[in-house]
């Protein structure tokens, strides 16, 4: 009686959990919650402050709860033209305390042109990163493809729905080691809760390595974005 009273489609993301990783061996999945805040300073300059977790919920073909690491995000944004601009980024990871990682600096340049033919609004992002442990400095680099647009008309109102989806390919570089590659495709529904907020959930689904040893990795995502 207990367990029909519960609703099936909170124990969708770990019945496809489980049968991921009985068709991939080398699966890990997380939850990765986050809240964003955006502050503009001018109409052309503005920061962006966040905070996210990522815990673990499927690894070694067993399904936890574990928190992995905390990250605290700023970004300094400046508009070029309507639809370009370009962006500095600071994030630091705590790590250790969680798990038997390291902590992290990491340092971003980034790229980002828009365009809006119609309803839908592509996007593409070009990253650099340098993301310095005790142990090495790794230099990365990123490409993004991104679309996104309104479910009901033709512009985003107050309680309408949206949708994001986005695609991106990594390579990173560091000494003593090999280039890594990876790939991510991640899909996101949203909604305008109000003029300055924005609440979205979604799957990501990543591939690491995939040139030498093919991890799958697959990622829960909310987020909260809220603009002063």
Same mark, same amino acid.
Request: glycine share 4%; charged share 15%.
């Given at each position: 009686m207990c367990c029909s009273s519960r609703p099936l489609w909170l124990s969708l993301p770990f019945l496809f959990i489980v049968f991921l990783g009985r068709s991939q061996e080398n699966l890990t999945a997380y939850?990765?919650?986050?809240l964003a805040i955006?502050?503009?300073?001018?109409?052309?300059?503005?920061?962006?402050?966040?905070?996210? #977790?990522?815990?673990?919920? %499927?690894e070694e073909e067993e399904l936890q709860l574990n928190v992995r690491h905390l990250d605290l995000v700023h970004f300094s944004n400046l508009q070029l033209?309507? #639809?370009?601009?370009?962006? %500095?980024g600071v994030l630091y990871r705590f790590r250790e305390g969680f798990d038997d990682g390291t902590n992290e600096l990491r340092l971003?340049?980034?790229y980002n042109i828009t365009s809006k033919p119609f309803v839908v609004r592509y996007g593409q992002r070009w990253r650099t990163e340098q993301r310095i442990t005790s142990a090495r400095t790794t230099h990365r680099f990123r490409y993004r493809f991104s679309l996104d647009f309104p479910l009901q008309g033709e512009k985003l109102d107050v309680g309408?729905?949206?949708f994001v989806g986005n695609a991106e390919s990594l390579l990173s570089i560091a000494n003593g080691?090999?280039?890594?590659?990876?790939?991510?495709?991640?899909?996101?529904?949203?909604?305008?809760?109000?003029?300055?907020?924005?609440?979205?959930?979604?799957v990501e689904y990543r591939t690491e390595d995939f040139s030498q040893d093919l991890q799958h990795v697959l990622f829960f995502l909310s987020a909260l974005n809220v603009s002063l």
């Open positions: 939850w990765q919650p986050s955006n502050y503009g300073v001018t109409e052309t300059y503005s920061h962006n402050f966040s905070l996210q #977790n990522r815990n673990y919920i %499927f033209q309507d #639809n370009q601009s370009i962006a %500095f971003t340049q980034q309408e729905a949206y080691s090999l280039p890594q590659y990876d790939a991510r495709l991640t899909l996101n529904l949203g909604w305008r809760l109000s003029d300055t907020s924005k609440f979205q959930f979604g």
